[in-house]
């Protein structure tokens, strides 16, 4: 039995058409069978809420009397961009303020806009023969707006890494804020009642597909940005009208430490035209699986800790090493039952129609990595060899001879088969003469907890430790702890310099 | 239960919480604690059916005691439910109820504030 977009589209019409939310389909198809939930069920609607960085909206605002080309242009405090045309801009969710920071962004602007609050505009040009003014401030609301077009690169994520942290210290990031020693999961997506988890061929949604944004009945462009359902992890490129959208389901966030992000509610509908997209949509939490991936590591490819499906997340813990971890989402499972059940609504009320998508997404490519040309700068290159170091049971006047004959501010302190164990700095020393300590021991004065950096390491890994732990060398050493090099601050400041050079 | 003990300058002189522990025989959880030498506050954690006997022996002059209940507060209006805060708080003070909404547990609370400084829709505070 095969069923087209037109007889879906009559039955909405007519108001016989049967949806049901992608949460209840599974159980459906279980009962009624593949062709039997065919017969039966006409659509099925899906839905997230969650934090969509990618986001962002074009606004134009008309030209004022003494016309202006806004070169550069700011929306309370922040910054948009106006490399467009003379009066539009792009307002991008994750833009900071100049003057609140992570408090205020361009999620925030949207938001206010979307709450229709009042925004204040402030832009410049550089004044032409047709466009003769330099600046204006002016106030506006949505409703000022001829256009307020959201667009956003990239939405709707298919499936994403949860997150932990087996470093040893809390890490602020996307995922939010992740306690040391994994002792906690973060996690997003509404798994099984996500939009792209029901149709993970893109046999249906495509360029063109009607869907819910942000309160409004919006369109898929195509595919998103770092679209990479090859390996699980399609994504959306989605627009909608910002003047049909509520506050409801467009929110601003801050993630402290990391940046503004933005929430955003979308839905899809999912006709079911035939039984594989039935089958699809069949899915279950414990059919999607994830990685939950170590972002203690920051680097492109971090560690996975291991591979873990939607039903353990939602579980509230999952095991790691025999411990029982918390889990907390950070998208909203209640908001994204309420954007598929809204949806649900619309399409039966009969003001949601179904349409074939235009372009096909492509349902099989990878993403990739950058292609770095440039070389990446290893430690092992930057690190000075040729070093002093001490052993702890020398004194403290001998550690002062040491240092000024290397001519040097740090002096690694080791043991047996030169294992680092500690190091003492000149300000270790100046301490320890002034309070007439010279004939103590190294080990009673050193500091014990260095900070180290590993041969192999990126060398801008290696300086934003230095900044973090403000201090002036990191001792390289080896995985067993032998000291190999030091890496000093200077050095970094000759890379810096080298970089803006070339 | 907890009990939010505050100190003024009188209070802060003698060894009260000690004192009350030794006078009540009840034992306690000092959870947190910030005192100098004019004033002060902590965060004690008290057995409930023993909590009566203790506060009694507490009371001095220049100590005050409250029972804490609404540590944090939840702005519903401004919370999305997301949940971020269940993982981030070590004290299982958050949790879902069977519909994905925000509970709020008030009474586990330590007063750490990591809450309200991770919550992405600044939807949490802390009333001390």
């Known amino acids: 039995m095969y069923k087209s977009i037109d007889d879906i589209n009559e039955r909405i019409r007519d108001g016989s058409v049967r949806v049901v939310t992608a949460e209840e389909m599974p159980d459906i198809v279980d009962e009624l069978g593949v062709s039997g939930a065919l017969r039966e069920v006409d659509v099925v609607t899906t839905g997230t809420f969650g934090a969509m960085c990618s986001s962002g909206a074009f606004l134009n605002f008309g030209h004022s009397e003494i016309p202006i080309r806004m070169e550069k242009m700011w929306l309370n405090g922040v910054e948009a961009y106006g490399g467009i045309a003379s009066v539009d801009c792009y307002i991008g969710a994750t833009q900071e303020s100049t003057t609140k920071g992570i408090e205020y962004g361009g999620a925030h602007v949207i938001e206010d806009l979307i709450a229709g609050k009042a925004v204040e505009l402030q832009a410049r040009g550089k004044g032409t023969d047709c466009y003769p003014r330099q600046s204006i401030t002016n106030e506006f609301t949505l409703a000022d707006l001829n256009q307020a077009v959201m667009l956003n690169p990239r939405n709707s994520y298919q499936c994403y890494n949860a997150a932990t942290n087996m470093g040893g210290r809390p890490i602020k990031t996307y995922m939010g804020y992740l306690l040391p020693g994994h002792r906690n999961i973060t996690y997003s997506g509404a798994g099984a009642l996500s939009p792209l988890p029901n149709d993970p061929t893109f046999s249906v949604i495509g360029s063109g597909t009607p869907i819910f944004l942000g309160g409004a009945n919006g369109t898929v462009v195509g595919e998103g940005t770092q679209h990479s359902p090859g390996a699980g992890f399609g994504t959306l490129m989605t627009t909608g009208d910002m003047k049909e959208m509520s506050p409801e389901y467009i929110r601003a966030a801050s993630m402290t430490g990391y940046g503004v992000t933005m929430y955003v509610g979308v839905g899809i509908p999912i006709p079911l035209l035939n039984e594989e997209i039935v089958k699809h949509t069949a899915v279950r939490d414990e059919d999607i699986v994830t990685s939950i991936v170590d972002y203690g590591t920051p680097m492109r490819d971090r560690p996975v800790v291991r591979k873990v499906t939607y039903k353990e997340l939602k579980s509230g813990s999952v095991e790691i090493d025999g411990e029982e971890i918390k889990t907390s989402p950070l998208s909203s499972y209640k908001k994204a039952r309420e954007v598929a059940n809204e949806l649900k609504a619309r399409v039966e009320n009969g003001s949601f129609l179904m349409a074939c998508a235009t372009r096909e997404i492509n349902a099989v490519k990878k993403n990739r990595p950058m292609s770095e040309h440039g070389v990446v700068r290893r430690v092992s290159e930057m690190m000075t060899s040729t070093f002093v170091t001490i052993t702890g049971e020398k004194n403290v006047k001998e550690a002062a001879t040491l240092l000024l004959k290397g001519n040097t501010n740090h002096l690694p302190v080791i043991a047996a088969e030169n294992r680092l164990i500690g190091i003492v700095t000149t300000y270790d020393i100046s301490k320890a003469f002034a309070r007439d300590e010279e004939d103590k021991c190294v080990s009673d004065i050193m500091t014990r907890n260095v900070i180290t950096a590993l041969p192999d390491e990126p060398v801008d890994l290696a300086a934003r430790r230095l900044q973090q732990h403000n201090i002036g060398a990191l001792v390289v050493v080896d995985p067993a702890k032998k000291v190999l090099g030091m890496l000093n601050s200077y050095a970094l400041g000759d890379l810096v310099g080298e970089r803006w050079h070339q | ?128």
């Open chain 2, 1 to 128: 239960m907890k009990l939010m003990v505050t100190f003024d300058r009188e209070g802060v002189l003698e060894a009260n919480i000690a004192n009350a522990i030794l006078k009540s025989g009840v034992p306690v959880n000092v959870e947190r604690a910030q005192i100098d030498g004019d004033d002060g506050w902590t965060l004690l954690d008290v057995a409930d059916d023993k909590a009566e006997k203790f506060i009694a022996a507490l009371r001095h002059p220049g100590v005050t005691v409250r029972i804490q209940k609404d540590a944090v507060s939840h702005n519903i209006t401004e919370c999305v439910d997301c949940g971020l805060c269940i993982s981030i708080c070590q004290k299982q003070v958050f949790s879902f109820n069977d519909s994905w909404q925000l509970q709020v547990n008030s009474e586990r609370c330590v007063l750490c504030g990591r809450c309200v400084m991770y919550c992405p829709q600044r939807a949490l505070t802390l009333q001390q």
